[in-house]
T-cell receptor, first 115, second 109 residues
């Protein structure tokens, strides 16, 4: 079946604008993760869902970042009042079950540029 | 805290063998994963280790020593398409992965 998809692939925002990034996980995958990846760095954990429950949001850098997964499938990462330091690639990953040893499958990412 | 270290860059020749090291200090270690990421693309899963020892998958092998906080990824018979970043990630009991900074491998003809 299809892999993890993300949209848009590229987003340019003016400083102060709100943005919404979408993730469609692999069908049937219970867990969904959001990561932020700066250029030349490894992904950094933002938040994690198991079905519709957000079990860990410790990586969200500020209260301007908000994520939801209301029906336990598609997820949206929203960033309010974007700042230049928010410029990064935002990666979504999903895994089949809810164990910490499940392989995570990544989407292609959304490259956000804040001007 | 959690800390994962990898060399920033490595260069190797087509057909050769290269070893990419990863050292980690984390709490609640549960397993170690290796991912490959080509520029501008998503990370793709290569291998994972839960117990000490060597796991072999074709041209790729990964080794883990939990007592030393050390892993390596071994790539044999290098091909040009192996030029990519290689990410080491530790899975902890909190379910999320902690990624290292990645090692950018360049394979030269």
């Amino acid at each position: 079946g299809a892999g993890v998809s993300q949209s848009p692939r590229y987003k340019v925002a003016k400083r102060g604008q709100d943005v919404a990034l979408r993730c469609d996980p692999i069908s049937g995958h219970v867990s969904l993760f959001w990561y932020q990846q700066a250029l030349g760095q490894g992904p950094e954990f933002l938040t994690y869902f198991q079905n519709e429950a957000q079990l860990d949001k410790s990586g969200l850098p500020s209260d301007r970042f908000f994520a939801e997964r209301p029906e336990g499938s598609v997820s949206t990462l929203k960033i309010q009042r974007t700042q230049q330091e928010d410029s990064a690639v935002y990666l979504c990953a999903s895994s089949l079950a809810g164990t910490s040893l499940d392989t995570q499958y990544f989407g292609p990412g959304t490259r956000l540029t804040v001007l | 805290g959690q800390n994962i270290d990898q060399p920033t860059e490595m260069t190797a020749t087509e057909g050769a063998i290269v070893q990419i090291n990863c050292t980690y200090q984390t709490s609640g270690f549960n397993g170690l994963f290796w991912y490959q990421q080509h520029a501008g693309e998503a990370p793709t899963f290569l291998s994972y280790n839960v117990l000490d020892g060597l796991e072999e998958k074709g041209r790729f092998s990964s080794f883990l020593s939990r007592s030393k906080g050390y892993s390596y990824l071994l790539l044999k018979e290098l091909q040009m398409k192996d030029s990519a970043s290689y990410l080491c990630a530790v899975s902890n009991y909190g379910q999320n992965f902690v990624f290292g900074p990645g090692t950018r491998l360049s394979v030269l003809p």
